[in-house]
């Protein structure tokens, strides 16, 4: 449950499933497990007393579905065309007003039997037998949806109506990207494809290596300047040309290095980040690499894992790793300028600029504010009451001004600071 702070407006509470600790899952898995001792646990739970600097303010908040429950996700809503959109992993697709949490429209995507009667795991589910939404994305004045049944769907941003939507023979764990009329869907089947924006078309597809052990989770790709880019499972990064699929270049940053299979993973789950000519990305494995995006070229690389997806701003990256250390290092030779470890296995999310601080959530619901300069955590806010179900499971955005945040049981919320 939230806490109740001044601002503070109506909240629907409930409670659901599964609760989730751990944020890294081998593919196959659908939910997480902890296997933290209870004294090991207890200690990753308290957190140190802080000099706060300021108190943030929840401005409105609202359910949002059934949220992602135990599964794992990176669902994260997406600000364009003036409207927040967000979906819950069973079918709910809404378009929000950013400053008030109004819906302006609302959609849902999980499916009945002809008799109105559910079966099978589908009697867990109030509203019918799971879309598993994976990614959602908006561009061209559309709204794409990605799920693990291997559909993508095209909306009217503005109406929500459906404009197309196809099939694709794997999960699709990450949010489509678009660039030139092309939508670029990435699948855990190894396959990228493009498909056509206005028609769902399908243009073209790449086939890349899978290897025999991956993490559950896939490179989210961008589209920009005429490619595709995103992380494989390998530990490479590639580069497709839009228009065609054909790879124009592709960098091994991760080397496989172990004796078994479990040591030998190198995903590269993360979204690749470009930024002024250089594209930066983070392997699991350990190799955080900065290159260069005429050529592929290596400019310079760190040793640091992750998982999640790295911020850039300015010259400096913020980078959260596997253990939940935070760092800040500058972008352009990639040295480190400070860390803040006392978030530690916290299962933190990415970091989210926000003035003159960074933000991220974690596992226990708090939302944390860590200070640019320094690395000092300088405020924080509870929005799950040391409630599993309520962790903040993907990083929160910034949207005029005001951070939005969304929690695994599903309610969303926008929160201000001074």
């Known amino acids: 449950m939230f806490h109740h702070t001044q601002g503070q407006k109506g909240r629907f509470t409930r409670a659901i499933g599964i609760a989730l600790a751990l944020s890294v899952t081998l593919s196959g898995c659908s939910t997480v497990t902890d296997w933290f001792s209870d004294d090991e646990e207890i200690e990753i739970r308290r957190l140190d007393p802080i000099n706060a600097e300021f108190s943030p303010n929840i401005n409105w908040d609202r359910d949002l579905g059934k949220g992602v ?4 996700s990176r669902l994260r809503p997406v600000y364009a065309y003036n409207k927040l959109f967000a979906a819950d992993r069973h079918g709910v697709v809404v378009a929000l007003e950013p400053d008030t949490g109004k819906v302006i429209w609302e959609k849902n995507f999980a499916t009945f039997n002809d008799d109105g009667m559910w079966s099978g795991i589908a009697r867990l589910w109030e509203s019918g037998v799971s879309a598993r939404i994976g990614g959602i994305s908006a561009s061209d004045r559309m709204v794409f949806i990605g799920t693990e049944n291997g559909e993508v769907i095209a909306l009217d941003e503005a109406t929500g109506e ?3 939507q196809k099939n694709v023979p794997g999960e699709v764990l990450a949010a489509p990207a678009s660039d030139s009329g092309i939508l670029v869907v990435n699948t855990g089947a190894g396959v990228l494809y493009g498909f056509d924006t206005r028609s769902g078309e399908q243009v073209w597809r790449h086939e890349s290596d899978t290897p025999p052990l991956t993490l559950r989770g896939i490179s989210t790709p961008i589209a920009s300047n005429g490619g595709a880019l995103l992380g494989t499972p390998t530990g490479k990064l590639q580069v497709n040309i839009i228009d065609s699929g054909i790879l124009a270049w592709e960098t091994q940053v991760a080397t496989p290095s172990g004796a078994t299979e479990l040591e030998r993973i190198v995903d590269i789950d993360t979204t690749p980040v470009l930024f002024g000519g250089t594209i930066y990305t983070v392997a699991y494995n350990g190799t955080l690499a900065a290159i260069e995006l005429r050529s592929g070229r290596i400019v310079w690389k760190r040793e640091y894992g992750a998982y999640r997806n790295l911020s850039v701003e300015g010259n400096r990256i913020y980078v959260v790793d ?3 250390h935070v760092y800040a290092l500058d972008r352009r030779n990639g040295v ?3 860390s803040q470890n006392g978030l530690k296995g916290r299962s933190l999310t990415a970091a989210e ?3 003159d601080n960074i933000v991220v959530g974690d596992n226990w619901g ?3 504010w860590i200070s640019k300069e320094n690395g000092a955590i300088v405020s924080r806010l509870s ?6 179900d309520e962790s903040v499971y993907v990083a929160p955005l910034s949207v005029n001004g005001n951070i939005i945040a969304v929690t695994r049981d599903g309610v969303i919320a926008s929160i201000s600071t001074p």
């Open 162 to 164: 459906l404009v197309w």
């Open 69 to 72: 429950d135990g599964y794992y």
């Open 366 to 368: 708090f939302l944390h």
């Open 322 to 324: 596997n253990n939940s």
């Open 383 to 388: 929005l799950g009451g040391d409630d599993e």
């Open 336 to 338: 480190e300028l400070w």
């Open 353 to 355: 600029p926000d003035g």
